[in-house]
């Protein structure tokens, strides 16, 4: 399968394959020039070495598994390895990994020598069906996710669903969650296949079509001046709750991101119907159903989000399965909104 983002002279295709990782050759330059290997601790080896095998020039970087590497520290370390690698202009970053090396292995290749070529080659669930198109790339600045960043598109991005078989469990299910979010907002089809037997047998024609919904939303606007908002459905709460309950830092206990997104969504789905029927999505999937976090600590987090201050808030409800909607709210609308009224 293929889909190509047309993004004028920033166009590139996506390739979903099993085993395409082997064929990245086929699909950009990596014979004459230098390509820099990033992956993280936590990825097998085995796939940035399928990758560099097929690159003379090649070097694999390998940084700590984990958000905590988003961050100022790793990103100059990185940089300082392509410049040790002595990379210029022409040369490549191949990302192998998930959203947190693809996030920042972009930001890297966005900003070195004013940017270099990049391709992203997913690993997770999450970064295949989300992260891994669109060009967001970006690191955090303390608690303050991707606040550092910049919109730099890759050159392919290869979506190798082999990769997926050493993919624990629960990061396989945190994934589905961001494209469950696709589904109710854009694809009654994408959540169809949510509401049979086994949704985790169906995870190619998921990942598709989550690709193709993202794609079609980021030509129409790639900057996010508009629609591309609606892709933050259960983010608003969802971040608040990843704030408080989220794997972070010292923390190495808690949530996922897209587990938090899963509790951020329900309270903004209007339908009690659709709500029952994503419920129960969830306790198929095991994603999680309830909290569990303070919710006054979670408005506090909301209310003073750095991304979000200011008196009115701009939230996406879902109406109804497949549509979406953009609401400003109050600030004081919030706790509502958290049923803590
Ligand atoms: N740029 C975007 O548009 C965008 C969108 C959504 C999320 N994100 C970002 O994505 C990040 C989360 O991504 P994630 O959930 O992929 O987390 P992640 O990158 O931390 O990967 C999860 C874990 O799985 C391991 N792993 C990766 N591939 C594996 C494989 N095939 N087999 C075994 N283990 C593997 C990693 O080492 C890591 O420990 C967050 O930082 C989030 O902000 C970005
Ligand atoms: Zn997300």
Redesign the pocket.
Known sequence: MKLTMQLKSRSYDIILKAGCLANLHQFTNVENRKVFVLT?????RQ?AETIAAQCPHSTIYTIP???GS?CLKVYGQVLQAMLEFDMDRKDLLVAV???????LG?FCAASYMRGIDFVNC??????QV??SI?G???I?LGET??IVGAFWQPKVVLVDFD??????HR?VV??LA?ALKTGLIGDAQLFALFESKDPEAQIEQIVYRSLKFKKKIVEQDEREGSVRACLNFGHTIGHGIEAVRGIRGRRTTGL???ECVALGMLPMIEDPALVKRVRAIYRTLGLPTRTGANKAKVLEYMQHDKKTRGDHITVIKCPGLGCWRADTISTTELPQLLGME
Do not use: C, F, I, R
């Open positions: 993280d601790s936590g990825v097998p796939y598994q984990g958000e988003k990994g998930g959203g947190v090396v693809g996030d972009g997913p690993t997770t669930v999450l970064a989300d992260s669109g967001k790339t970006a955090d996710k991707n990769t997926l078989a050493t993919l624990p990061h945190n994934g961001e996922y991101h897209g």
